[in-house]
């Protein structure tokens, strides 16, 4: 069975530039979040789509933005890169959004982005 | 609000010996608790989780963690090191009543195995 899988696994660019990162839930889960870690810190949670709809943002600015298709595939758009905005970005799918019954998330391998 | 601290961010055990990471959390509402293990370049792993039924939660890979609602703790520990948990150890809380997934993760803790 294939996980949850992204792409691409790493990535550089410029300052000022526009990138797009993508992920492919596990068949059948509905739920798509991401989260951004820094190198040495935890994840920190960006945003969550259920069923295409924003059901969650985190703390980030307006250049973070994303949106999920009819297949429950995800994208995450960052625009004006920084340096700050090095990191790994990592995609978790769940089968819904949160309740008792759905309490798991499973992630991707993450894509490597470094800003230069 | 929530949160979640993990004590201290290097853990060095001989190959064997006990491992314990600390975890504490703070949340208003019952939380559910989570710890994943991140192994070098790769995503996060589920070890075992918590979400209100035995206190006592058992996970993969021999480990296990205890919710002490007294003491806002989830320690996870394992009778026996092996070389191979060696890796980055991340507590993470979600709100139980929540309807969004979000975690809110801790800092990490290394894990360090000596042979």
């Known amino acids: 069975d294939a996980g949850v899988t992204q792409s691409p696994t790493h990535l550089i660019k410029t300052r000022g530039q526009h990138v797009t990162l993508r992920c492919s839930p596990i068949?059948?889960?509905?739920?798509v979040s991401w989260y951004q870690q820094v190198l040495g810190q935890g994840p920190q949670f960006i945003f969550q789509?259920?069923?295409?709809?924003?059901?969650g943002r985190g703390n980030f600015p307006d250049r973070f933005s994303a949106r999920q298709f009819p297949n429950y595939s995800s994208e995450l758009n960052v625009n004006a890169l920084l340096l700050g905005d090095s990191a790994l970005y990592l995609c978790?799918?769940?089968?819904?959004?949160?309740?008792?019954?759905?309490?798991?998330?499973?992630f991707g391998q993450g894509t490597r982005l470094t800003v230069v | 609000a929530q949160s979640v601290t993990q004590l201290g961010s290097h853990v060095s055990v001989s190959e064997g010996a006990l491992v314990l990471l600390r975890c504490n959390y703070s949340?208003?509402?019952?939380?559910?608790l989570f710890w994943y293990v991140q192994y070098p370049n790769q995503g996060l792993q589920l070890l075992l989780k918590?979400?209100?039924?035995?206190?006592l939660v058992k996970g993969i890979n021999g480990f296990e963690a205890e919710f002490k609602k007294s003491e806002t703790s989830f320690h996870l520990t394992k009778p026996s090191a092996h070389m191979s948990d060696a890796a980055e150890y991340f507590c993470?809380?979600?709100?139980?009543?929540?309807?969004?997934?979000?975690?809110?993760f801790g800092q990490g803790t290394t894990l360090q195995v000596k042979p």
């Open positions: 978790a799918s769940s089968l819904r959004t949160s309740d008792r019954l759905n309490t798991e998330a499973f």
């Open positions: 068949s059948g889960h509905k739920s």
């Open positions: 789509y259920y069923e295409k709809e924003e059901r």
């Open positions: 949340s208003s509402v019952p939380p559910y």
């Open positions: 918590y979400t209100s039924a035995a206190t």
């Open positions: 993470a809380v979600r709100r139980g009543s929540s309807n969004t997934g979000k975690l809110i």
